[in-house]
């Protein structure tokens, strides 16, 4: 198994630009979502996913889109890039159970920056 | 929403010695996860412990799920142990995992 899986490693964007940031998963998971770290702080939620279709938003979400037309991926969107999106950006994955999220499983990260 | 804080914000030790971080909540919880960010940005799942006591080697944590805080302990600590350790506790519906700013930790030889 590849795990999670993030094209590109490494972006630069000029300001007003757009792009999307790939993930993808093959562990079946039903949940999915987005993070970005910043220098100093930990992880913040941006959007996740519960299943195809389904989607939801975290703590820092303006400024994206996603969407989830299949269960193993998960792309976001930035639709008019700006220096205050300058970050590095996980995509995560996971089981869902009664409980609660189970292990989340993180890929490798895209590191932003936008001039 | 609910808050994390985690303690020490750094630590600095030698190989060989053994250390506490800690992780405080401000709200009940069904889920805590510890993560450790090594050097090179990869983020890994250590524990999986919303409450009671699990080790996995040299690390252990423990969750007091009732008094709202979890500890993670490292013995023996190894330069490769360096890195940031993070926790992450559950919000919002059981679908929101909010993270703790992190323990940054310098292991030396």
């Known amino acids: 198994n590849a795990g999670v899986t993030q094209t590109p490693k490494f972006q630069v964007l000029k300001t007003g630009q757009s792009m999307t940031l790939q993930c993808a998963q093959d562990?079946?998971?039903?949940?999915m979502s987005w993070y970005r770290q910043d220098p100093g702080m930990g992880l913040r939620l941006i959007h996740y996913?519960?299943?195809?279709?389904?989607?939801d938003q975290g703590e820092v979400p303006n400024g994206y889109n996603v969407s989830r037309s299949t269960t193993e991926d998960f792309p976001l969107r930035l639709l008019s890039a700006a220096p205050s999106q300058t970050s590095v950006y996980f995509c995560?994955?996971?089981?869902?159970?009664?409980?609660?999220?189970?292990?989340?499983?993180f890929g490798p990260g895209t590191r932003l920056l936008v001039l | 929403g609910i808050q994390v804080e985690q303690s020490p914000p750094d630590l600095i030790l030698q190989e060989g010695a053994n250390s506490t971080l800690r992780c405080n909540f401000s709200?009940?919880?069904?889920?805590l996860q510890w993560f450790h960010q090594n050097p090179w940005g990869q983020l890994i799942n250590l524990f999986y412990?919303?409450?009671g006591t699990k080790q996995n080697g040299r690390l252990s944590a423990t969750t007091v799920a009732t008094e709202r805080y979890s500890l993670l302990y490292i013995s023996s600590s190894q330069t490769t142990d360096s890195g940031v350790y993070f926790c992450?506790?559950?919000?919002?519906?059981?679908?929101?995992?909010?993270f703790g700013a992190g323990t940054r930790l310098a292991v030396h030889p």
């Open positions: 709200d009940s919880v069904n889920n």
């Open positions: 992450a506790v559950l919000s919002g519906g059981y679908n929101k995992l909010i």
């Open positions: 996913s519960v299943g195809a279709g389904i989607t």
């Open positions: 995560a994955s996971s089981s869902r159970t009664v409980g609660g999220l189970e292990t989340q499983y």
């Open positions: 412990i919303p409450s």
């Open positions: 562990m079946n998971h039903e949940y």
